[in-house]
């Protein structure tokens, strides 16, 4: 399967996917309900896409073509009101949250389909541990050029997402001190990381082509970057946030994205570098692990600061792209969640601190994933 | 003669070595046993126990039962008010079909076996009475194989619910069914229609005083630790006490208590599987003892009846299972798996049936070789059973870390 031909699409336009845990009621663990929960849902006509991921106690939810935050919402509210009332049918909660805090990688089942069958077989354990719950934001894309600009000059801004986004600190019963742990699963795979530095579509198709004459991939999807072009739909998909509790975060988040990529693509502010990654995985490291309290090193200026004062400057830089989308007021309570300690990592905290009881840290995260 | 502290022959030993040997020789058979076949370690106990009473050695007998009575309350207790918090009543308000499925394999049971001991011309009132004990579902057995098996999933959950249920409405029907044999053995209709309003409702307010206290003492205690699982036995040995002042039977408010539990305070509620050590040893037993109450006399008689039954009472189950598992969100094979693993009939029927035999010795005896023998071959089949069941569903998590 080649690469085929970038899909045209309607620049700035937005489409949000989110991966979803699926627990039992009585312990809150894991439950390998997806095949249950896709039967239930597969007797009405829905008009979103609920597809089954790696192991059977995820699933992932796909809005279609948004144009605004108040579109992405408005899905969103839809599609899990749909989830919630078949969920309850079936005695399952759902919840959002980048990772489970406690269960065993282990004990998780492999949705059988041919495609995850064959990952298991490749990956192994990785396959399972691959049990972690993200957002994808796509942004539409006039064109594959600018898709390619657009993608790398995102690279500046992945700590950005990952601290706003991140809501995973527990992983297999324990604190992991990580604001959010998730990423550290998904870097243990072999093609994981960034996309290589080519500006030109026809200089990444060339690149493809040889990756799919080494053997080592079949399609775009056996890249598990932060964040890659997806030519059948035009857009730039951006797969770094942890998956939020809430849809209301959901939404302020892909708002967010888009007024950063409104604000690349119409002032086209720098022009990225490879030497952009130099301090590509040191950014991403901090903003894991300490959030917005974690150091941001600037890759033009290679000046040091808090994640947290960069932020302010960013949201400072994209507000006026933020109000031409109408996402300035989800942008600027996005940042102060993050400011006042309402990040998804610290409320789990709070939350884990408080009851003292993953299970009903967890309990707590289904009870959320309803309200809002 | 005079005191001395040297033991004197005979010895006597107590209750207590009858105990020792039971557990050693359930574990020991058990662990021989399941090197050979991969079946649950209860259907070893239950072998193990039917060879220590009259059915073998003849080392506990059905005599003996009411000794022991007090430790297999306990255990079922425990079981059930477990049980009971598995039980999420806000699901069965939003997925009516569940409920519907339930009372529809109940019914069916009842009929079923009802109808084929009418046509073997059996007593109106006998038949009724073992139609309603045959309505259950062994919690025990679906429980310690669902732990076992560390299952989980919808048909798991169904199960447990569907045990709870059928396991309320039994003992229900059976202390109706009773009161109207008060009426028709004493012709007193007052008291037969009083009496099983007195038991369930006395076992709901047990069950509620139980749910409150259990709340109340959650905001001091965690129960998955050590101290909590001393108040969890503590407070179920209040209820039980309670019961047995107020002449309730021993099911239902548990687990009525346990349902409530979880209706009020929708909070995950967890202690250590088995409760502990000290669980585990009651429910071997559990499992062992009732091997004391089958004799030659009660298969040879209740043979033919009995396995007439099962094959009736588990189509029964099967068809209720089928007919709105679908609507219910389950698959086919899923339905046919939960009414398979809805089989088992093991210690709570014979509480039952001892329940009966105290209050009309003449009348009970008839009805225990039947139901005993059902029994027997319904723990161990039935475990088996539903072990398979499980394992189909793809549901058990075996030799996972």
Known sequence: ?372 | MIDTPWPAGPFEFGEVLRIAIALLWAILFSDVLRRFVPIPRITCYALAGLMLGPLGLGWFEVQDMPRFRMLIDLALALLLFELGVQVNLRWLRTNLWVVAGSLLESALAFAAVFGLLLALHMDAKLAAVIAAIAMGTSPAVVMCVAAETRAQGQVTQRMLVLAALNTAYAIIASKLIIGGLHGAFKGDWLLAVMHPLYLILGSFGIGTALAFAFKLLRRRFDFSDEQGGVILFALLLLTLSALEALNLPVGLAPLFGGALVKFIDPRPHLWPRYFGTAGAVLFTLLFVLPGAAVTWHDLASGAGVALALLLVRGLAKGCGALTFGPASGLSLRQSLALGLALSPMAALALLLVQDIRLIYPAFGNEAAAIVFTLMTVLELAGSVAVQWALRSAGETREGGA
């Open chain 1, 1 to 372: 399967m080649g690469l085929g031909a970038f899909a045209r699409s309607e620049a700035l336009t937005l489409g949000v996917e989110l991966e979803l845990q699926l627990v039992n009621t009585h312990d809150y663990d894991l439950v390998s309900a997806a095949p249950d929960l896709l039967r239930f849902l597969s007797r009405r006509k829905l008009p979103w896409d609920i597809k089954p991921e790696i192991t059977m106690s995820m699933i992932e939810i796909a809005t279609g073509v948004c144009h605004r935050h108040a579109d992405a919402l408005s899905q969103l509210g839809e599609i899990r009101d749909a989830l919630v009332a078949a969920a309850d049918s079936l005695n399952i909660g759902i919840c959002g949250g980048g990772t489970h805090g406690f269960q065993h990688w282990g004990e998780r089942r492999i949705f059988e389909s041919r495609r995850f069958g064959h990952l298991s077989d490749l990956y192994g354990y990785l396959a399972k541990q691959f049990t972690i719950f993200g957002q994808h934001v796509h942004i539409g894309c006039p064109d594959p050029d600018s898709a390619l600009y657009l993608l790398h000059a995102l690279s500046r801004f992945v700590p950005h997402f990952i601290a706003l986004s991140a809501s995973s600190p527990f992983v297999q019963g324990h604190d992991t001190g990580f604001h959010s742990a998730r990423l550290n699963s998904v870097f243990a795979f072999p093609l994981s990381g960034r996309a290589p530095y080519v500006q030109t579509w026809d200089a990444f198709d060339a690149y493809f082509e040889s990756m799919v004459k080494t053997g080592v991939v079949e399609s775009m999807k056996d890249f598990y970057w932060d964040i890659r072009p997806k030519p059948e739909f035009g857009t730039v998909e951006v797969r770094v946030m942890d998956t939020p509790l809430t849809i209301t975060q959901a939404a302020r988040l892909a708002a967010f994205v888009q007024s950063v990529a409104r604000y690349l693509l119409v002032e086209r502010p720098f022009e990225p570098g490879e030497s952009d990654y130099l301090v590509y995985t040191f950014n991403r490291f901090q903003a894991c692990r300490f959030g917005g309290q974690g150091t941001y090193v600037d890759p033009e200026s290679n000046a040091h600061r808090t994640l947290s004062e960069e932020l302010d400057a960013t949201f400072a830089r994209i507000e006026p792209h933020a109000m031409a989308l109408g996402a300035d007021q989800a942008c600027s309570e996005l940042l102060r969640s993050l400011r006042t300690g309402e990040g998804d990592a610290a409320l789990l905290r709070r939350e884990f601190a408080e009851t003292g009881s993953l299970p009903e840290t967890v309990q707590r995260q289904c009870q959320r994933w309803r309200a809002a």
